[in-house]
């Protein structure tokens, strides 16, 4: 009787076991990523803040830079409170109160947030602040009025249209200053490369309030270019550029116009010199420099802590997910485990009762019960394989001593003289068994791995005329015509001989053994005035061997069981007609054991050809 198998070795505890780990690690999991999630949603929180303040200290930088002062900006600092929920204050550098959305006895933070300065700003969330540090929205005396605004808007369709007619695609984009200036789809100012027929520089000739503005700044700027050139003060000058969205002026280095060329640090101190007048020329149309203070109150971080009901919470989830875990693997496990069950209960029983296993499913489980089924058949089979080789042997055996016996009884009793005849009679009969005998110790010896070959360099005609030599008698007798044939190698290389015969490295008596079992099966087969062909030849890294006879065939069902211990065609044939049926089975053994196959293919009534495949020796 089989021991019970322990509870924590059983498959069902195990599956329970993992199932409750990979639920307690899930659920770990799934809690770590709540957490993780809730931080990443606060540090978003935070980005949205900072967003907020940047935005706010955008709009107030874009009225910043569009009056002259701050007088009625209350109106849209409140309106920035209502909608971002926060405090702004501005005051001037001296903290003197500008505007407030809260009352003025509340206290201001400790600290500013930003300084709002138009014309030296910190915010980059405007084109052009980048470059010049003053907001683009601040353009002062470069405002075009109304009659010159629709103009160049008239122009900026006449050019876009003549930009569509050249397959160039654009949009108007109106400037700060009220300029309309064209835009293509990547953003470039006048769509990068101009069309040459829309090339009138109509659009981007400066208006008079233009020309105005500029000639003003020109004479800002006038002494520091001056300092800049040196001798040659008409090398620079400022310019409208139109081209860019981002910067209203900039220097205009004449190289073209003189054919000297600046440096690089020149270039530099040109443009602070432009930089530096804008300012001057901006001022008196800007809001004076401001502080900007920013409530933190619905603004501060919030901090993550779990109250007494969400802790119950998280534990009654948990508790019941590891519940549904335990109902769901109790049932997939039942449902697994009772296959296996039924293979435990089938491999517990007697061998002789052969038990097979029904196949329920197509997954592992299912495999391994085809498995053993097939085990079972394969063990079944090769159990009435054993009993009918030991019937076989026992027959092979009884027949040749019983006629051994028979003699000598009748011998002893005087019966019968033991005269020559007789005695070599006796003497078959033992050679018979003798070969019998020979036959199962050559098989077992296979079958234990303890067959010894002698190796040694053979030449393939060679081995096929000692075979045909010591079976010539037994054919002739038999009124069968031995041939021999064998192709040579084109030239000489993997072959020993010069004359490219195949060569092999074997132990010549056993594989003159396996062709002459071959040899002696086609002449008992083969009827008289039939041929026997023995042939060689060399395929590749193999020398094959063939015997080709013209006798009865082998019916194709009988095929796979040639090789077979004891297997006769003919059930009916006796030792001396029909062999021991082993000899087929040797022959299998010796080329195996040489590191070769062989194979046969038969036809009824025509004959049957059994090949030999073994390594070249070259």
Not at 2 to 18: G, Q
Not at 108 to 123: G, S
Not at 296 to 304: I, L, N
Not at 566 to 572: I, N
């Given at each position: ?95 003197t109160p500008i505007a407030d959305s809260e009352t003025r006895d509340t206290a201001l933070p400790p600290r500013a947030a930003a300084a709002v300065d138009p014309l030296h700003t910190d915010t980059f969330t405007e084109p052009g602040a980048q470059r010049t540090g003053i907001d683009p929205r601040a353009v002062g005396p ?400 193999e020398v094959v061997f063939e015997v080709a006879d013209t006798g009865s065939g082998i019916a194709p069902e009988d095929l796979p069981s040639v090789f077979e211990r004891f297997w006769r065609a003919e059930k009916s044939r006796s030792r001396r007609t029909g062999g021991s049926g082993l000899g087929l089975s040797i022959v ?31």
């Amino acid at each position: 009787m089989a021991r019970p198998i322990p509870l924590r070795k059983r498959l069902l505890v195990r599956l329970l076991i993992t199932s409750v780990l990979i639920a307690i690690c899930s659920v770990a999991a799934t809690a770590w990523l709540a957490v993780e999630t809730t931080t990443r949603a606060i540090q978003e929180e935070q980005g949205q803040v900072l967003t907020e303040d940047m935005d706010i200290l955008r709009q107030l930088s874009g009225y910043a830079a569009t009056h002259r002062d701050w007088s009625g900006v209350g109106k849209t600092v409140r309106a920035l409170s209502d909608r971002t929920g926060r405090r702004i204050a501005l005051t001037a550098p001296d903290r003197t109160p500008i505007a407030d959305s809260e009352t003025r006895d509340t206290a201001l933070p400790p600290r500013a947030a930003a300084a709002v300065d138009p014309l030296h700003t910190d915010t980059f969330t405007e084109p052009g602040a980048q470059r010049t540090g003053i907001d683009p929205r601040a353009v002062g005396p470069f405002r075009l009025p109304r009659t010159e605004r629709e103009r160049v808007r008239l122009l900026a369709e006449k050019r876009r249209a003549c930009f569509s007619i050249n397959g160039v695609e654009t949009t108007i984009t109106q400037m700060p200053s009220g300029r309309s200036v064209l835009v293509d789809e990547d953003g470039t100012v006048d769509g990068g490369q101009v069309p040459t027929p829309c090339a009138d520089g109509v659009l981007n000739t400066p208006t008079v309030t233009e020309e105005k503005a500029l000639a003003e700044l020109n004479t800002y700027a006038g002494d520091c270019l001056k300092g800049v050139g040196g001798k040659f003060p008409s090398l620079f000058a400022a310019t409208v550029d139109f081209t860019d969205r981002s910067m209203l002026t900039r220097y205009l280095g004449r190289k073209a116009e003189t054919g000297i060329d600046t440096t690089r640090d020149q270039d530099k101190k040109a443009q602070e010199c432009v930089d530096r007048a804008r300012r001057q020329q901006l001022e008196p149309y800007v809001a004076p420099a401001a502080e900007l203070f920013l409530g933190r109150g619905d603004s501060a971080v919030p901090h993550f802590d779990m109250s007494a009901a969400n802790k119950a919470k998280v534990t009654g989830v948990a508790g019941l997910v590891l519940a549904l875990t335990v109902a769901v693997t109790v049932l997939v496990a039942t449902r697994l485990v009772r296959p296996l069950r039924a293979l435990t209960h089938a491999a517990q029983q007697p061998p002789e009762q052969h038990v097979r296993v029904p196949v329920t499913t197509q997954d592992e489980t299912g495999i391994l019960a085809v498995a053993f089924n097939d085990l079972a058949d394969r063990r079944e089979r090769m159990e009435a394989q054993r009993k009918a080789m030991v019937a076989d042997i026992a027959h092979e055996l009884r027949t040749p001593l019983t006629n051994i016996r028979g003699w000598l009884e009748v011998t002893r009793d005087g019966v019968v003289d033991p005269d020559p005849e007789l005695l070599a009679s006796l003497h078959d009969e033992a050679v018979v068994l003798q070969r019998v005998i020979d036959d199962l110790q050559d098989l077992a010896a296979a079958d234990a791995g303890t067959l010894r070959l002698h190796r040694e360099p053979v030449r393939a005609d060679e081995l096929l005329e000692q075979v045909v030599a010591a079976h010539r008698v037994a054919a002739e007798a038999a009124g069968v015509r031995l041939h021999m044939s064998v192709a040579a190698s084109q030239g000489s290389q993997g072959s020993h001989g010069s004359d490219g015969t195949p060569w092999l490295d074997a132990d010549p008596v056993r594989m003159r053994q396996a062709l002459g079992n071959l040899v002696s099966n086609a002449i008992r087969h083969t009827p008289a005035d039939g041929t026997i062909t023995l042939s060689c030849r060399r395929q590749d890294d193999e020398v094959v061997f063939e015997v080709a006879d013209t006798g009865s065939g082998i019916a194709p069902e009988d095929l796979p069981s040639v090789f077979e211990r004891f297997w006769r065609a003919e059930k009916s044939r006796s030792r001396r007609t029909g062999g021991s049926g082993l000899g087929l089975s040797i022959v299998r053994q010796l080329v195996t054991a040489h590191g070769g196959t062989v194979t046969v293919t038969s036809e009824l009534g025509t004959g049957s050809v059994f090949t030999l495949r073994l390594p070249d020796a070259g």
